[in-house]
């Protein structure tokens, strides 16, 4: 199956299969999706804000950018005790993977990293998948990390290369692109996506899609969110992304990188349970659980627990991939 994984997909042929009428894609990225995965799992995340506000960056959606009156107070980092208790509450609940965002530019080798460090091995020990989202990383903090027991790293691309600098102008794409560079070489998995609903044009998107799509390795979760407009962002009045819209990128990117998580992220609280239903159709296999993320909506427990009993799905055990011996032995599977 691994022999199949394509790297080398063209631009061309991304938007073949990217304006393929709406049905046939959808069966197309199922028969994937049916081939690479099992189909009635579902990897159940959940997202906990460590450090909340007071970001220098000026990402226009963020209601964390300092620079925006969000209405969003500032708090400093979080207690691992309390940290760790958000954690066993996830677990009992069913998320196997815990992520921890910080509402930094980038690390600093400081005492708060230091605090994250012991975190990470707090969760880990727990039996989770832990994740964190930090902003920028140096090649020593990923492996830092790493040693901690940092399974994934989440750093999104947002959109195009082209597009990007009409949403963020603090960092550049390529600065994005070290980060998951570094984070790869530590043997950190990567989680790499992007956001819908940015004003972006469909082929920001599908150019968004070549740049993961042709990665020497496809990141191991692919994040599709849809913009939640923030009151005081300078995205606060574009209008709600389209179903569709949705459903289109998540199967395109399902058959693209066969073997990733595709992840339905954020905005689905304004979702049907019909709607999110064709999405997982469409090839989606991960989502956020718990009632926010970081500062949005989210939905609950109790209504995703409904939603799995009533599609007849079930979560993902945690450390599947690591059926190999090691994270680089998968890799290295996956690159042959």
């Known amino acids: 199956m691994g022999n199949n994984i394509r790297n080398d997909w063209t631009i061309n042929e991304i938007e073949d299969i990217y304006h393929t009428p709406l049905l046939e894609l959808i069966y197309k990225a199922a028969t994937i999706h049916k081939e690479y995965n099992d189909t009635a799992e579902v990897q159940v995340c959940t997202l906990l804000s460590i450090k909340t506000g007071g970001c220098s960056e000026d990402c226009a959606y963020c209601p964390q950018a300092a620079r925006y009156h969000t209405g969003v107070d500032v708090h400093a980092l979080m207690q691992k005790e309390e940290v760790l208790g958000y954690a066993q509450k996830a677990k009992d609940a069913g998320s196997t993977r815990f992520c921890m965002g910080a ?40 492996q830092k990390l790493a040693d901690a027991g940092l399974y994934a790293y989440n750093h999104n691309l947002d959109t195009s ?48 899609l070549h740049t993961l799509a042709t990665m ?5 979760s692919v994040p599709i969110n849809a913009l939640v407009p923030v009151a005081g962002t300078p995205l606060e009045h574009n209008t709600k992304v389209d179903i569709w819209d949705m459903v289109r990128m998540i199967a395109t990117a399902r058959i693209l990188m066969p073997a990733a998580m595709v992840r339905l992220s954020a905005g689905r609280t304004s979702m049907s349970v019909a709607e999110q239903a064709l999405c997982f159709m469409a090839g989606a296999n991960s989502i956020f659980a718990g009632d926010k993320l970081l500062t949005t909506p989210n939905p609950s427990f109790d209504e995703d627990n409904a939603m799995f009993q009533l599609l007849g ?16 032995e998968a890799v290295e599977a996956l690159m042959e």
């Open 313 to 328: 799905l079930k979560p993902r055990a945690a450390f599947k991939a690591e059926k190999a011996e090691t994270l680089a």
């Open 103 to 142: 509402a930094w530019r980038e690390v600093r080798d400081n005492r708060d990293f230091d605090r994250v460090l012991d975190m990470v091995k707090g969760v880990n020990e727990m039996g989770m998948e832990v994740c964190c989202t930090l902003g920028m990383l140096t090649e020593t903090q990923a």
């Open 216 to 220: 020497p390795v496809h990141p191991e």
């Open 161 to 208: 290369s082209e597009y990007y600098e009409a949403i963020i102008t603090t960092r550049t794409y390529e600065d994005r692109l070290q980060t998951l560079d570094n984070v790869r070489k530590a043997g950190v998995s990567v989680c790499c996506g992007g956001i819908v609903g940015l004003g972006e044009t469909h082929e920001d998107r599908i150019k968004m």
